[in-house]
């Protein structure tokens, strides 16, 4: 079992920055997938990012890619998603996710394929 909780989410204006961080309890950190997911009012929960356990290998969405950078720290069982140039169309609730296997490849991950999730930790960006 795997408990995620994220934090750092707030109100920026665009052009602004903001560094997100989800912590983990459990041994077992380091050998998942992370993900970042975020899901805007009314919209379905998308892929932002995702990193594998030892950092070579990180994908992203499309709509975040010059713009985010996720990493990880097993040392410290986090995820961070650093996110820069931030745009109102980023407003959402961010979550983070861990796949033991199979939800995620090289183009992504699937939301409803991730074992563990965080509550989520919003993110408001004002124009």
């Known amino acids: 079992q795997v408990q995620l909780a994220e934090s750092g989410g707030g109100l920026v204006q665009a052009g602004g920055s903001l560094r997100l961080s989800c912590a983990a309890s459990g041994r077992t950190f380091s050998t998942y997938v992370m993900g970042w997911f975020r899901q805007a009012p009314g919209k379905e929960r998308e892929f932002v990012a995702a990193?594998?356990?030892?950092?070579?290998?990180?994908n992203y969405a499309d709509s975040v890619k010059g713009r985010f950078t996720i990493s990880r720290d097993n040392a410290k069982n986090t995820v961070y998603l650093q996110m820069n140039s931030l745009k109102p169309e980023d407003t959402a609730v961010y979550y983070c996710?861990?796949?033991?296997?199979?939800?995620?490849?090289?183009?992504?991950?699937?939301?409803?394929?991730?074992?563990?999730w965080g509550k989520g930790t919003l993110v408001t960006v004002s124009s």
């Open positions: 996710a861990a796949d033991r296997g199979g939800a995620c490849s090289g183009s992504g991950c699937y939301v409803n394929g991730m074992d563990y």
């Open positions: 990193i594998n356990w030892s950092s070579s290998s990180t």
